[in-house]
């Protein structure tokens, strides 16, 4: 039996965020190093793009299909698909929709990003609506957290398919067998909360679905290690998502802050900055960036279009990870079982 690694295929959109192409090819040039399966297809600006791969140390095999259009950052969804089709972002889709690529990587506008991977990939039998899964630090193990955006409001068959999907997509990247999933809400008592929240609850505690369900949880639940899986609407995910981030750009600066103050305290922080060091990684959003749309039949990973090439590397990193564990098979299948379980409680009823 051969013990060749199989290759994985990405397609990088160049010009997506705001940094680029400098922290596309430099994140492809880490994380190739990092991984030596990658195949990278670079869309976009070559003048812009060969002199990058020329200086970098891991991407003289990479691709470059030249496109000098870009989706702009102001962008409406519609504009997008309607004026996109010649553009990094929508080529760089195509080439997964086609089979020439096994996932794309865009650090570019987020709404364009889901409406063309949509209307390209389409959504897998089943799915209502895709969603928008990322990872967040916990004090403890790493949480996932979904609808972060796409979906603004969201009903109870959502909301269950949300959980399937994210369920999948932590076992693909972590392997845990069962993880422990949660629903966001204003309390944890069974009466709190609209009421479709309540009937996705008790869908969801249904022990034939096969969801590890922990009942509601409240956004101090979000960081304290006892989950693994958080679903909710897009509107209140992307709001704790930037909350998120916010902490953590906040915390950073004051204690940055606090230690420079008095002599004492900058030898307290010479003491301390091993253990400090590790705790700013631990909390950095940039080891976490990488967001996934889920319920497509391809792998499309979003990246923060503020972020650098650390950053954009993880991206990277998400993707090849779930194309070497097998993920959109996995979920498609996850799918079709949750469904077929739910059809039929719908019809004994």
């Not at 553009?87 to 990587?105: C, H, Q, R």
């Not at 693994?228 to 916010?246: M, Q, R, W, Y």
Request: aromatic share 6%.
């Amino acid at each position: 039996m051969s013990s060749e690694v199989q290759k994985v295929r990405l397609a990088l959109d160049a010009m997506g965020g705001d940094n680029a192409p400098a922290c596309v090819v430099r994140g492809a040039d880490i994380a190739c190093g990092e991984h030596g399966h990658l195949e990278i297809t670079f869309y976009g600006d070559e003048e812009k793009v060969r002199p990058l791969i020329e200086r970098s140390r891991h991407l003289s095999d990479a691709r470059v299909i030249h496109t000098s259009d870009a989706v702009s950052p102001d962008d409406t969804a519609s504009q997008a698909v309607r004026r996109g089709k010649g553009t990094s972002m929508w080529m760089a889709i195509a080439s997964v929709a086609d089979g020439t690529a096994d996932a794309v990587v865009s650090a570019g506008n987020t709404g364009a990003l889901m409406a063309m991977a949509k209307l390209q990939l389409r959504t897998m039998t089943g799915v209502t609506r895709p969603a928008i899964a990322a990872f967040f630090p916990t004090v403890g193990e790493l949480m996932c957290m979904l609808d972060l955006g796409a979906n603004i409001e969201c009903d109870a068959e959502n909301l269950v398919q949300f959980a399937i999907l994210g369920q999948a997509f932590h076992h693909s990247l972590t392997g845990k067998e069962s993880p422990r999933l949660g629903l966001l809400n204003i309390g944890e008592e069974e009466q709190k909360g609209h009421g479709y929240l309540r009937v996705a609850s008790r869908r969801l505690a249904d022990p034939d679905l096969g969801i590890n369900y922990q009942g509601f949880v409240e956004g101090s639940d979000l960081v304290n290690g006892q989950l693994d899986v958080v679903v909710t609407d897009g509107f209140s995910g992307n709001i704790a998502l930037k909350t998120a981030e916010g902490i953590s750009s906040m915390f950073t600066r004051l204690l940055r802050r606090s230690f420079a103050k008095t002599w004492l305290s900058r030898l307290g922080y010479f003491l301390a900055r091993s253990a400090l060091s590790d705790m700013r990684r631990h909390i950095d959003p940039r080891s976490y960036n990488g967001a996934v749309f889920l319920g497509l039949n391809g792998i499309a990973v979003k990246s923060h279009g503020g972020t650098d090439r650390i950053g954009f590397a993880n991206a990277i990193n998400v993707a090849a990870e779930l194309v070497d564990h097998g993920f959109i098979p996995d979920v498609s299948a996850a799918i079709e079982r949750a469904n077929s379980i739910l059809e039929g409680k719908k019809d004994d009823g």
